[in-house]
DNA sequence: GGCCAGGACACCA
DNA sequence: TGGTGTCATGGC
């Protein structure tokens, strides 16, 4: 861990993003229960294949939680095969709704009542809900401060330097949390910023041999060259 | 036709 | 505790 990056690196190098294109108004679905099954689904996979699979369950009434509740795993793992990894997806989702109903009454807003790290703990201990998935709902669908660390995230941060790479998902998570302010609106659009800036530079020039972002932070002093 | 995408988990040593 | 195989579609 580059353990002298500092908050005010953090905060110029969210300033030189959004500097780009202002705030990302950017939200990974139509309702916080979309935002959750839209987080299981992106796992190791493309936005807009989930956002097919979103649209067939739209099609057909089933993007509610009573509606997927009662529909068995066996017929939900069709629906989401857009989305690569459809059967385990299926399972997960379930998991999912199950622990969705059996706590909060099938609610997703009456998450943002919980404590953060218990939601966060709860989560976790959901199978098929890792680190960036929870992470993911606890931001965009519960509205806690809680930073997601994805792909690009690590890749971005490395190749500034800021990050060696290899650290662990809580390492980066505290990397961000310890530097930033606890706010919600801050964390929700730095990371949708990562996320746009690593959809378009990052997959245009896969080796950020000449990735803008990198550019104006060197000129500023941002960012270390790597050993 | 190969590579990669906004992970997570079971299994094994 | 860390490494590896598995799950799978769709775009480029």
């Known amino acids: 861990m580059e353990a002298s990056a500092s908050a005010r690196e953090l905060a110029d190098v969210y300033a030189l993003l959004r500097r780009k294109r202002g705030p990302a108004g950017w939200w990974p679905g139509e309702t916080p229960f979309e935002v959750c099954l839209g987080a299981i689904l992106v796992q190791n996979t493309s936005w807009t294949n989930?956002?097919?699979a979103l649209a067939t369950l739209r099609e057909r009434g089933l993007l509610s939680f009573g509606a997927l509740e009662r529909l068995p795993a066996s017929r939900l793992a069709p629906l989401l095969r857009s989305s690569g990894y459809f059967n385990v997806k299926a399972r997960r989702v379930k998991a999912f709704l199950a622990f969705l109903g059996r706590e909060f009454g099938g609610h997703v807003?009456?998450?943002?009542?919980?404590?953060?790290?218990?939601?966060?703990?709860?989560?976790?201990?959901v199978n098929g809900i890792g680190p960036e998935t929870a992470d993911s709902i606890l931001l965009y669908a519960a509205s806690q401060p809680s930073f997601v660390v994805d792909a690009y995230t690590r890749r971005i941060f490395s190749r500034l330097g800021l990050l060696r790479g290899d650290e662990s998902y809580d390492q980066m998570r505290s990397f961000f949390m310890d530097r930033l302010p606890r706010d919600v609106a801050l964390y929700n659009d730095y990371h949708a910023q990562i996320v746009l800036l690593g959809k378009d530079t990052c997959r245009a020039l896969p080796r950020c041999a000449d990735c803008p972002l990198l550019r104006r932070c060197r000129r500023r002093g941002l960012g270390r060259r790597r050993s």
């Open 50 to 52: 989930v956002e097919k």
């Open 109 to 125: 807003e009456r998450m943002a009542g919980e404590e953060p790290q218990a939601l966060r703990a709860k989560l976790l201990a």
